[in-house]
């Protein structure tokens, strides 16, 4: 089974940025694709943003032009770049990879956006 792990998660102001970072416990380059997500309490996992092994990067209409998904080779990491936030981003973080039939939840990091 394939673990994940989270970081970067915080507390930050309106207009800030963060950078969260998903470190796999295999190489990167194995995963067919790696994703972020989001939730918030009472509602449904929302995909994020998703690049996959290609290269080629996905975004959410509600992220896009803001938020910048990519691996770190050097790290073995995928990260995911957040700039402007808004209070409507604070949620709980998820990174997520599939490799064939099977994928692989981490278990969350916190983002809050708030004044």
């Known amino acids: 089974q394939v673990q994940l792990v989270e970081s970067g998660g915080g507390l930050v102001q309106p207009g800030g940025s963060l950078r969260l970072s998903c470190a796999p416990s295999e190489s990167i380059f194995l995963f067919d694709t790696m994703a972020w997500f989001r939730q918030t309490p009472g509602e449904s996992r929302e995909w994020v943003a998703l690049e996959y092994s290609s290269g080629s990067r996905r975004y959410s209409e509600a992220v896009k032009g803001r938020f910048t998904i990519s691996r770190d080779d050097g790290k073995n990491s995928l990260d995911l770049q957040m700039d402007n936030l808004k209070p409507e981003d604070t949620a709980v973080y998820y990174c997520?990879?599939?490799?064939?039939?099977?994928?692989?939840w981490g278990k969350g990091t916190q983002v809050t956006v708030s004044s």
């Open positions: 997520h990879a599939v490799r064939g039939p099977n994928s692989s």
